[in-house]
């Protein structure tokens, strides 16, 4: 098999394509999607709330040591034609075994959080007065629906549009807190001794900054999803750079949170809420009183973007994760399976049902444990980061793969670095909850 494209180290130049640059845009920003939720407008916004400054090493530093595995999962179905569970099926069912754990650790628990947090910011924003868990339902069923009747196209076109509206609002509502930034406070993060609670905050962050690793995956899902619905599918060089922009996003974005949090609130003696949407909710606030009335509801729709749009990119990945995964399980090579998985089929219906029907006990019987099922995924996010970076470096670099489609030898070693450091981050954040 020929790369169809060379697989050349450029970032962000677009290639020459007959296609739009918005076009070449799909799979990227559903990522982008997905990581912009809590990690960014609780998580970012919080380290600069507590910490003004002084974290902004730490998020660039976790979105650089896991940018080279996330990129191989981009890469890998325009280099090789089939997703990146074909290559985990090859290197065992073991392998398939532990992904499917940590997929399933977090299916029912992640739709129900972040409906939960959407729905929290939408009774804010829009003034609605109906129960948060009853809206959270509400837009579960409502997003199911729109997914089996809109397939990929609608999920595509609506989070172009999400994620357009929240950079947007985002940068805007950044300028205007700028001059509210102390500047000229220190940038150093140990200038006072931190306790357990601090360093599980910033082990925390890194961990869901951008987004826990098993999201490679749906990224690989995505771009399959992409090639199917296309006449004319992506190639390698679209592929990197619809990737491109959408991870650039997410770094920018994720600044932005931690740059309003450190100007609205760092150093203001003001009490954090503790809920997601209850700060969420604190936040608007604060920017009505600081900045005027106007600014309130303009940070308020980036936030239930924000956080619809994670909502919306993972109701569609966990369907069509478990249905890839299952043929995987089979032993069915993808090139040959002639299973081709669509909104409307029973299987990802089901799985919708499913992820509706856990919400449902979760809010009655599991609410106020959300914090601790969290903390469990928090935990799986961590011990499992080094592992999945380890099995994409495999997958890009297997004989399977053209040559011309792997990284070059400078970015294979940088990715060993990266996995590295994934492993020593893993094992620290271990010795810190359980130590």
């Not at 869901?208 to 995505?222: F, H, K, N, R």
């Not at 099995?391 to 030898?409: D, G, M």
């Amino acid at each position: 098999m020929e790369c169809r494209e060379p697989a050349a180290e450029k970032s962000l130049v677009a290639p020459a394509s007959s296609r739009s640059i918005f076009s070449m845009l799909g799979p990227g920003l559903l990522f982008a999607a997905t990581s912009v939720g809590a990690s960014h407008l609780v998580q970012s916004t919080r380290a600069g709330a507590v910490y003004g400054l002084a974290l902004l090493g730490i998020i660039l530093l976790a979105n650089a040591i896991k940018y080279p595995a996330f990129r191989f999962a981009s890469d890998y179905y325009p280099a090789t034609g089939t997703s990146l569970l074909e290559a985990y099926r090859r290197q065992g069912k073991a392998v398939l075994l532990v992904f499917a754990v940590i997929t399933l650790s977090t299916l029912l628990f992640a739709v129900s959080a972040l409906a939960l947090m959407a729905a929290g910011l939408i009774k804010v924003v829009f003034s609605i007065s109906l129960a948060a868990q009853t809206i959270a339902l509400g837009l579960i069923v409502c997003t199911s629906v729109m997914l089996v009747v809109g397939h990929y196209q609608t999920l595509e076109r609506l989070t172009k549009v999400l994620i357009i509206l929240m950079v947007v609002c985002t940068l805007i509502a950044t300028v205007m807190i700028l001059p509210e930034v102390h500047w000229g406070q220190s940038m150093t993060l140990f200038s006072s001794e931190l306790d357990i609670a601090s360093l599980l905050f910033i082990a925390a962050l890194m961990g869901w900054m951008p987004v826990p690793l098993d999201a490679s995956v749906w990224q690989s899902l995505w771009a399959k999803a992409k090639a199917e619905d296309s006449d004319l599918p992506p190639t390698l060089a679209e592929s990197r750079f619809d990737f491109n922009v959408g991870y650039s996003a997410i770094i920018v974005l994720a600044i932005c949170f931690l740059l309003m949090g450190a100007g609205i609130m760092h150093g203001k003696g003001i009490v954090l809420a503790s809920g997601s949407a209850a700060f969420s909710a604190q936040l608007i606030h604060l920017y009505e009183t600081v900045l005027g009335g106007f600014f309130g509801p303009l940070i308020g729709i980036a936030a239930t973007a924000i956080v619809y749009s994670s909502l919306l990119a993972i109701m569609d990945a966990f369907p069509r994760t478990l249905s890839s995964l299952y043929r995987r399980w089979q032993d069915i090579p993808e090139a040959e399976d002639d299973h081709s998985l669509v909104e409307s089929h029973p299987f990802y219906i089901a799985v919708l049902v499913v992820m509706f029907l856990g919400a449902v006990l979760t809010y009655q019987f599991f609410l106020t444990s959300l914090t601790a099922l969290v903390d469990l995924a928090a935990t799986v996010a961590f011990v499992a980061a080094p592992f999945i970076a380890y099995l994409n470096h495999r997958a890009i670099t297997a004989e399977t793969v053209p040559l011309s489609c792997q990284p070059s030898v400078a970015f294979r070693r940088y990715s060993i670095v990266c996995i590295g450091l994934l492993l020593v981050f893993a094992v620290g954040y271990l010795v810190l909850r359980f130590g």
